[in-house]
């Protein structure tokens, strides 16, 4: 066997007889995705008793010994970093990251390494999910640099499947706590509006027309007004690009210290965001809650907020 090989074993139960072989292989074999296996059945890395087999449309039958040598997966070209981590939970599958502000998720022009990446690089030697074949941490959503709070990243490819199944189909529970300028009108409600790039900024996300961009809806409510501002919980139908900041700016409630979107406030909220250094949106991914691809596992995680928002947010109570 090849250095850097590795061959997992099983045995087809006769009840999986006609059974194609992917979708056989996936159930005996639970870390490697349905997606991996078809790409190591078509490369020939499978074998059905004493056979090698390249069709994943292959039928099995019955009782049958069955080997699949998984390469190990090529190294990611981002450097592994010791950047310490917040970890709300962690397992042989997945780990739930409480991300500070500041800190970009993926490395991109402009920011090559520092990055949450590199840092789980780190954390998780030599257990990443290695979907295509290649080893990366499984980014299966981000936040924005300047935003705090919860995110997940998979370990294993059949946590990344199941993750991104989840987020594919809207059923996470992402819960965001927001400082917006203002007090919303209605207090609770409901925000739908499809949101692409904008044509006259290319770096900014808008509302668009019908047909256009991706359908978002944000679910807001009214936690706390504050001396004309207001602390809000959004709630996420759906997870775009700079979603709550454009859907609170589109109702006339921008996030407080939101540059791009207008979050600037009244002159005396721009003159306590300078007092008190805060140069980013007031937004933290409070809650995220999704069902644990692997043990089917209800899980839900909450982070409270982290000091410079707190501190914003005492300064403005009435």
Same mark, same amino acid.
């Given at each position: 066997?090849?250095?850097?090989?590795?061959?997992?074993?099983?045995?087809?139960?006769?009840?999986?007889?006609?059974?194609? %072989?992917?979708?056989?292989?996936?159930?005996?074999?639970?870390?490697?995705?349905?997606?991996?296996?078809?790409?190591?059945?078509?490369?020939?890395?499978?074998?059905?008793?004493?056979?090698?087999?390249?069709?994943?449309?292959?039928?099995?039958?019955?009782?049958?010994?069955?080997?699949?040598?998984?390469?190990?997966?090529?190294?990611?070209?981002?450097?592994?970093?010791?950047?310490?981590?917040?970890?709300?939970?962690?397992?042989?599958?997945?780990?739930?990251?409480?991300? &500070?502000?500041?800190?970009?998720?993926?490395?991109?022009?402009?920011?090559?390494?520092?990055?949450?990446?590199?840092?789980?690089?780190?954390?998780?030697?030599?257990?990443?999910?290695?979907?295509?074949?290649?080893?990366?941490?499984?980014?299966?959503?981000?936040?924005?640099?300047?935003?705090?709070?919860?995110?997940?990243?998979?370990?294993?490819?059949?946590?990344?499947?199941?993750?991104?199944?989840?987020?594919?189909?809207?059923?996470?529970?992402?819960?965001?706590?927001?400082?917006?300028?203002?007090?919303?009108?209605?207090?609770?409600?409901?925000?739908?509006?499809?949101?692409?790039?904008?044509?006259?900024?290319?770096?900014?996300?808008?509302?668009?027309?019908?047909?256009?961009?991706?359908?978002?809806?944000?679910?807001?409510?009214?936690?706390? &007004?504050?001396?004309?501002?207001?602390?809000?919980?959004?709630?996420?139908?759906?997870?775009?690009?700079?979603?709550?900041?454009?859907?609170?700016?589109?109702?006339?409630?921008?996030?407080?210290?939101?540059?791009?979107?207008?979050?600037?406030?009244?002159?005396?909220?721009?003159?306590?965001?300078?007092?008190?250094?805060?140069?980013?949106?007031?937004?933290?991914?409070?809650?995220?809650?999704?069902?644990?691809?692997?043990?089917?596992?209800? %899980?839900?995680?909450?982070?409270?907020?982290?000091?410079?928002?707190?501190?914003?947010?005492?300064?403005?109570?009435?």
């Amino acid at each position: 066997m090849d250095a850097g090989v590795q061959v997992k074993r099983a045995a087809m139960p006769a009840e999986m007889a006609g059974w194609r %072989l992917d979708r056989a292989l996936a159930a005996v074999i639970p870390t490697l995705s349905r997606e991996r296996l078809k790409s190591l059945i078509s490369a020939g890395n499978v074998m059905v008793g004493d056979k090698v087999v390249r069709d994943p449309a292959t039928k099995v039958a019955g009782v049958v010994d069955v080997a699949v040598a998984v390469p190990s997966p090529r190294p990611a070209h981002n450097e592994a970093q010791e950047i310490p981590l917040v970890v709300a939970f962690e397992d042989e599958h997945l780990i739930v990251i409480d991300k &500070p502000a500041g800190l970009v998720v993926h490395p991109a022009c402009g920011n090559l390494d520092g990055t949450l990446v590199n840092a789980l690089l780190h954390h998780c030697q030599g257990s990443l999910s290695g979907i295509g074949g290649v080893e990366r941490p499984g980014i299966v959503h981000r936040i924005d640099k300047d935003t705090s709070g919860l995110m997940v990243a998979a370990k294993t490819d059949r946590a990344h499947a199941g993750l991104a199944a989840q987020f594919a189909n809207h059923s996470i529970d992402r819960r965001y706590k927001a400082i917006v300028s203002g007090r919303p009108r209605p207090v609770e409600g409901r925000i739908e509006g499809n949101l692409g790039r904008s044509p006259s900024n290319r770096k900014k996300m808008a509302i668009v027309g019908a047909g256009q961009g991706k359908h978002a809806v944000t679910h807001y409510t009214t936690l706390k &007004p504050l001396d004309g501002a207001a602390l809000v919980e959004c709630r996420l139908e759906t997870g775009r690009t700079h979603q709550v900041r454009v859907h609170m700016a589109s109702i006339g409630n921008a996030l407080l210290g939101d540059q791009v979107y207008g979050g600037r406030g009244s002159r005396d909220h721009r003159a306590l965001l300078e007092e008190l250094g805060f140069r980013r949106q007031a937004l933290h991914a409070a809650l995220l809650g999704f069902i644990h691809p692997v043990t089917s596992q209800a %899980l839900s995680f909450e982070s409270n907020m982290p000091a410079d928002m707190q501190e914003l947010f005492s300064h403005l109570l009435v």
